[in-house]
């Protein structure tokens, strides 16, 4: 009796060790599918390098990227229904006011940039320009600058806020309607739209993400901060800028309110591949992952921040999120 009661130990034993590795095994599981993001246009290079290395350790998903301004982004979701699984944003704002809360539950801000003037060393006066200058090179009549939509692009809308500031800061009363008024022509639907206008020589100087710049290894002018939306110590001032762009429904007008650019994302709550896009998520906010990969395309982390809408932060994700 001795005997069968050891040997009936034993097999209960390892059947339990079976089945402890079987849900081991079954809580480590690759994930796999359609990994469906949408996503400002400077993101598109960092976020590549971040799919490309989230792929390694995960083969089995296939992630489809679309890049286009970020209310843009956001639209295709809203109006047209398109299915998504996570939305990155150049401006964290975009989500609050157009996903939250019919689309999506919650918000995590992971990276800074600031805005610049950028140029190569075709552009006309590159020799001359300087942060006391630019402004009066910018207006020459020979000089073609480019600037991205701001109802379709955050960068769009930030240039008009930094060029509202630029005329306190600079004591230039309507330096923003003398810039709006030149080069209309020359407005692209996102800001990276505007990289091909500059390498073929069609525009001389674009507004830009520094991060893009740096990415492509172009020429760029640093603004002061009390202008290039990057400085939280500038919080207030930049607040003082407003911009209106195209709302929800036709005629509606949404107004934006300067203030640093924090770049955002969320996972939406009809998402067709959850189990994809929080691995991903995860990814991304792990500072020796995604975050690093983030830094190194000049974009810097500012994980973790407050985020609205705690209690329904997925628990993954939590640990990347301040209360």
Known sequence: MKFNTVIRLLLFSALLSISSYSAFCQSNAKVNGDLIIFHAGSLSVPL????????????????????????????????????????ASADYAVIDNMLIPKFADWNIKFAGNELCVVYNEKSRYSEKINAKNWMNILRQPDVIYGRSDPNADPCGYRTLMMLQLAEKYYKRPGLQKQFTGKDQAYMRPKETDLLALLETGSVDYIFLYRSVAVQHNLKYLILPDQINLKNPAFAAEYATAKVDINGKAPGEKVTMTGEPMIYSFTILRDAPNKAAALAFAEFLLNKEKGQKIMLKNGQPSVVPMKVGNYDKVPASLKPFVKK
């Open 48 to 87: 590549k390098e971040v799919a490309d290395e989230f792929k390694k350790a995960n083969p089995g998903v296939n992630i489809m990227m679309e890049a286009a301004g970020s209310v843009a982004s956001a639209r295709k979701i809203t109006d047209l229904g398109k299915p998504c699984d996570i939305m």
